[in-house]
């Protein structure tokens, strides 16, 4: 099946900086994404989503980008802190409250450097 | 509220046996399920549950089931376990009609 992907595994920021996070996905009918952030020994936690009807979504210093045309996602994390480090996964589904499982990309390593 | 708790966390078993995980939602959540992650193939869905009703499956052998009682707790099987089956094992919850899953810690099962 179709599959969501992510572009780095590994992302490198200074403490302080902006930090983008790129997904692209493949299939088409999806209408629902979401980032998650996993931090060690824990499960993924819900960081923002967004729906197909919208190109932009704003939370608490995280910004999730949405580009219907080229298939791609991106979380930006403002003033990135010590405490984001963690692997930030993005994932879709066919949304509507569905029985559709997520489909996960492989996620991307965010570190930051002091 | 509670979140999603699952046991046990950490688990050994040897390969041929069988494992049973249990997972219990948030309070409210009737809809639970669960995932894969290793990390050759990341995260996969396995199955969903609602109202004690398998509604959706991954695309797992049938050694991997799983069950939902009337108080939406859910219970995941893997029957014959081989060695590829250590993995994190998620446990996800929602509210029927919402796509926003809430996870759990995982239960990180070894086969050796």
Redesign the interface.
Same mark, same amino acid.
């Given at each position: 099946?179709e599959s969501v992907g992510l572009h780095l595994p590994t992302l490198s920021v200074q403490e302080g900086d902006n930090s983008i996070i790129n997904c692209a996905y493949s299939n088409s009918a999806s209408d629902?994404f979401?980032w998650?952030k996993q931090e060690s *020994?824990? @499960?993924?936690?819900?960081i923002i989503?967004i729906r197909s009807n919208m190109d932009k979504r704003q939370g608490q210093r995280v910004t999730v980008l949405l580009n219907k045309t080229v298939k791609h996602l991106s979380l930006q994390i403002a003033a990135t802190q010590p405490g984001d480090s963690a692997v930030y996964?993005c994932?879709e589904?066919m *949304?509507? @409250?569905g029985?559709?499982?997520?489909?996960?990309?492989?996620?991307t390593h965010l570190i930051i450097q002091p | 509220k509670a979140g999603v708790t699952q046991t046990p966390r950490y688990l050994i078993k040897t390969r041929g046996q069988q494992v049973t995980l249990s997972c219990s939602p948030i309070s409210g959540h009737r809809s639970v399920s669960w995932y894969q992650q290793t990390p050759g193939q990341g995260l996969q869905f396995l199955f969903e549950y609602f109202s004690e009703t398998q509604r959706n499956k991954g695309n797992f052998p049938g050694r991997f089931s799983g069950r939902q009682f009337s108080n939406s707790r859910s219970e995941m099987n893997v029957s014959t376990l081989e060695l590829g089956d250590s993995a994190l094992y998620l446990c996800a919850s929602r509210v029927k009609g919402s796509d926003e899953q809430y996870f759990g810690p995982g239960t990180r099962l070894t086969v050796t």
């Open positions: 099946g629902y979401i998650y *020994g824990k @499960g993924p936690q819900f989503d996964f994932a589904n *949304g509507g @409250g029985a559709d499982g997520l489909t996960f990309g492989k996620g | -």
